[in-house]
């Protein structure tokens, strides 16, 4: 009876062995697509914000210029690029993109980590 009993408790603590297991794997999966997805949508702000203030220069007119600044990395990764035309930003890192749409097909220039100005010139917009 008591060997019958000692088998029963055996097997139960495996069970919940098993499940803690099959919790501990889903939920770190689960974890690692959610910090994925900050990432992709921190980068989807940044490219906004850079759409935001080329739209601005945009209809804003010739004259037009005003600061603005993008960080060196965002959670965490230091490893991106910017590029800006054919009527959109695109922001690139680690074989991933977001896009965001621009008012202007060409902007003159390249965006860059730190401090960068946008201004109106005749109607052309540059960067930098």
Known sequence: MLAQASLEFITLVC????????????SSSYLASLAKMKVREKFQEL????????????KAGDGY???FFVPSSVEGVRNFSVEVGNYEVRVKWDGESVTSTILVKD?????HKGRNVVMNAGGVIHVG
């Open 65 to 67: 210029a005003r600061e």
């Open 107 to 111: 902007v003159q220039g390249i965006v």
């Open 47 to 58: 490219s906004d914000r850079i759409a935001f203030e080329i739209n601005l220069a945009a």
């Open 15 to 26: 069970l919940l062995g098993m499940l803690f297991a099959v919790t501990a794997i889903y």
